[in-house]
């Protein structure tokens, strides 16, 4: 399975495509699509989009997986956040591509075996999942990995498991 992770940011936005199935993965892509904080926001997110297809044209993933925005008490951040949520759920979306979202402890856990792993660790564990000579940076690059990553492990067992208790309803 091809899974494109989008660690959503308008400032830095990581993108990360992985080839997997549980228990295996191989980086395919990983990089970061950043825009200028005093840019004109619709100007940015206009910029944001167009990289993103540009990844879902080159890699054409089966799936995109993006981290699921939280609650903090920087409420611009959050709203910054959400808009580049919204613009990769859409350029996904005009393809025909699924979206799902991962929460930050989901995909923690996925890929450290702890929910409350600090960033270098998860960095660490992608690139020793990955077999990378050098760690991914910056972390939003090493994120997104890591949400690509986290699906292609137990998305795609989830969604089977779905699949088959849909089935059994029938």
Known sequence: MRVLGVDPGLTRCG?????GRP??????????VRTPSDGDP???LVFLERELDVWLARFQPE???????????NVATVMTTAHATAVALLAAAKRGIPVVFHTP???KAAVTGSGRADK????AMVTRILGLEMAPRPADAADA???????????????RLAA???????
């Open 63 to 73: 799936v995109v997986a993006v981290e699921r925005v939280f609650a903090d008490v």
């Open 42 to 44: 619709g100007e940015r």
């Open 145 to 159: 990995l890591a949400l690509a990553v986290c699906h292609a492990w137990r998305g795609a067992s989830a969604a």
């Open 164 to 170: 088959l208790a849909a089935e059994t309803r029938r």
């Open 120 to 123: 270098s660790q998860v960095t």
């Open 15 to 19: 993108l990360g495509v992985v080839d």
């Open 105 to 107: 402890t989901e995909v």
């Open 23 to 32: 228990g295996r993965a191989a980086m395919v892509a990983v990089g970061v």
